[in-house]
């Protein structure tokens, strides 16, 4: 599944309590995965304290392969802003070529965001470690396929799972027609 994760804070020394925090804020691919389940507990902690909320969005294979990438995320963008409850004049700051709908009046996009805005690099911790264990609940129901180790993305060893036991219901067709070079067959 593609995930995308919205952010919300809701009290002003939010960003004092991010400071102190024992670990480095960065992207969510800079650190490591015992780093962002330290960070994803403790945003928990802050979000059951009322000092900020998130929200995860996930869309399936099935659905990418329908819409397309581009809409999936569009939707699971929406679909998180309205989960906590972003208001159309509240500002908004989106990563890479992300845009939300012009209905949101106050919103920036940042190409590579994660890396130096700190919401964003929050929503990108809280995404990926949600899609992080959803990908291995996955991986007991298809156990021959190593997702708790690659997490779905395209490591050699996915390549090859996929090649020795062909492809599941959680695979997106439109990625793996990507596959052919690497002699994958559907």
Same mark, same amino acid.
Request: with cysteine.
């Given at each position: 599944? &593609?995930?995308?994760? !919205?952010?919300?804070?809701?009290?002003?020394?939010?960003?004092?309590?991010?400071?102190?925090?024992?670990?480095?804020?960065?992207?969510?691919?800079?650190?490591?995965?015992?780093?962002?389940?330290?960070?994803?507990?403790?945003?928990?902690?802050?979000?059951?304290?009322?000092?900020?909320?998130?929200? &995860?969005?996930?869309?399936?294979?099935?659905?990418?392969?329908?819409?397309?990438?581009?809409?999936?995320?569009?939707?699971?963008?929406?679909?998180?802003?309205?989960?906590?409850?972003?208001?159309?004049?509240?500002?908004?700051?989106?990563?890479?070529?992300?845009?939300?709908?012009?209905?949101?009046?106050?919103?920036?996009?940042?190409?590579?965001?994660?890396?130096?805005?700190?919401?964003?690099?929050? !929503?990108?911790?809280?995404?990926? &470690?949600?899609?992080?264990?959803?990908?291995?609940?996955?991986?007991?129901?298809?156990?021959?396929?190593?997702?708790?180790?690659?997490?779905?993305?395209?490591?050699?060893?996915?390549?090859?799972?996929?090649?020795?036991?062909?492809?599941?219901?959680?695979?997106?067709?439109?990625?793996?027609?990507?596959?052919?070079?690497?002699?994958?067959?559907?």
């Amino acid at each position: 599944p &593609v995930a995308v994760g !919205a952010f919300c804070i809701f009290d002003k020394s939010f960003m004092t309590k991010v400071r102190r925090f024992t670990l480095p804020l960065r992207d969510s691919k800079q650190l490591s995965k015992q780093q962002r389940e330290k960070w994803f507990e403790q945003i928990e902690s802050w979000q059951n304290e009322g000092v900020c909320a998130f929200s &995860v969005c996930m869309i399936n294979a099935q659905e990418i392969d329908r819409k397309g990438i581009s809409h999936s995320i569009k939707k699971a963008l929406l679909t998180t802003l309205q989960d906590l409850e972003i208001e159309n004049t509240d500002m908004i700051f989106l990563d890479g070529s992300l845009h939300a709908p012009s209905s949101f009046e106050n919103q920036k996009t940042i190409i590579k965001g994660d890396e130096t805005i700190s919401v964003i690099s929050l !929503a990108s911790i809280v995404a990926k &470690v949600t899609r992080d264990r959803h990908m291995a609940k996955i991986a007991k129901r298809y156990p021959k396929y190593g997702f708790e180790q690659h997490v779905g993305y395209g490591t050699e060893a996915h390549y090859l799972a996929i090649k020795k036991h062909g492809v599941t219901p959680i695979h997106r067709m439109s990625f793996l027609s990507d596959l052919k070079t690497k002699g994958v067959k559907k």
